[in-house]
């Protein structure tokens, strides 16, 4: 028990080394979280029961909700469906939402999980650090042989035989359905966001402005020219409509060039259902919302870090950080 301890506190203080750069990926300890997002979040309900405190959304008019409080930092959220969310975190904690209430899922680890993505209900993946990987497959998850030593920062896929997974030092995997296999990126830089139209049009984006393609066969180079900052999160809603979020920075793709812009935001994660739907999310609570013509802050309530958003639909939106978990217009689903 003491040599774990020992083990798991090397391994915190082995992703700290990297100082204000690794402080905007995914997997951030407790203990390197800046006070400033540490607010003070209340002791967790117990499990299945929801706690609901409707905050101003903003000029939308939108209430985000924070249905799940806890002392533990959130770093992933997916669903297939309003009804059915999962959120992934430090510990090894994985949560499931039906609909109704909030039921811990035995992840078989305790070790920090980064993402979530799945095909389906019943075909779901999570990833984290020392290259984990968990599969759920309607009953229970189960642990795969890891082909990285590396931390996997995200996971996406286009179909359940389809499914990539990126991380740290430009590490990147393949799941064909059968099994994951290393497939080269050319780069050190650590990749944080993933996302893709098809299985011949994927994108990853990491540190110091790295940006690749996935255009069925490699990995390309498609960072802007004099580019530096840190890109956290990547969503698109066709191959000609990609939103890439970063720290003070925003880029566009239309199918033909990227339009990059300055944010005053710092901003980890994006998702949405449409061209005129999408939200970001990111350091001290900010949320800003996409209806097609321009961004706009939402209120989350607070100023925990928000590490991943996912959106059902235009009304079901999710959001998972440090203390818990966020939706927006939830009793309206």
């Not at 995914?26 to 800046?34: D, G, H, K, N, Y």
């Not at 799940?68 to 992933?76: A, D, H, I, L, P």
């Not at 020392?130 to 229970?140: E, F, M, Q």
Request: hydrophobic letters at 40%.
């Amino acid at each position: 028990m003491n040599q774990e301890r020992r083990r798991r506190a090397a391994e915190g203080q082995r992703l700290r080394v990297r100082g204000p750069v690794v402080a905007i990926g995914l997997f951030l300890t407790v203990s390197a979280c800046s006070s400033a997002w540490r607010t003070g979040p209340a002791a967790p309900p117990p499990v299945g029961q929801r706690e609901e405190e409707p905050v101003d959304g903003g000029p939308a008019g939108a209430a985000w909700t924070n249905v799940y409080r806890s002392q533990n930092v959130f770093t992933g959220v997916w669903g297939s469906s309003p009804r059915d969310v999962w959120v992934v975190g430090h510990d090894g904690e994985i949560l499931h939402w039906d609909g109704t209430v909030w039921r811990p899922s035995r992840s078989g680890t305790t070790f920090i999980l980064n993402a979530i993505w799945g095909a389906g209900p019943a075909d779901a993946w999570v990833v984290g650090i020392r290259g984990t990987v968990l599969h759920w497959d309607g009953k229970t998850w189960t642990s795969l042989p890891p082909v990285t030593d590396e931390q996997l920062f995200a996971v996406w896929g286009s179909s359940a035989a389809d499914v990539w997974a990126v991380g740290a030092h430009g590490v990147s995997a393949h799941w064909n359905g059968h099994k994951w296999s290393r497939v080269t990126t050319r780069t050190r830089s650590f990749l944080r966001g993933l996302w893709g139209s098809a299985a011949d049009d994927v994108w990853c984006v990491g540190e110091h402005g790295t940006r690749l393609r996935w255009t069925g066969s490699a990995w390309t180079d498609a960072a802007a020219p004099n580019v530096t900052d840190d890109y956290g999160g990547v969503w698109g809603s066709a191959r000609d409509d990609v939103w890439v979020v970063g720290t003070h920075i925003r880029a566009h793709w239309n199918g033909r060039k990227w339009s990059e812009e300055r944010d005053t935001g710092d901003h980890l994660a994006v998702a949405g259902t449409a061209r005129d739907s999408a939200w970001a999310v990111g350091f001290h609570g900010d949320i800003e919302g996409w209806d097609g013509a321009r961004w706009t802050p939402e209120s989350s309530g607070g100023h925990n870090v928000l590490f991943s958003v996912w959106a059902a639909d235009r009304r079901s939106v999710w959001a998972a950080g440090h203390g818990g978990v966020l939706a927006r217009d939830l009793d309206q689903q």
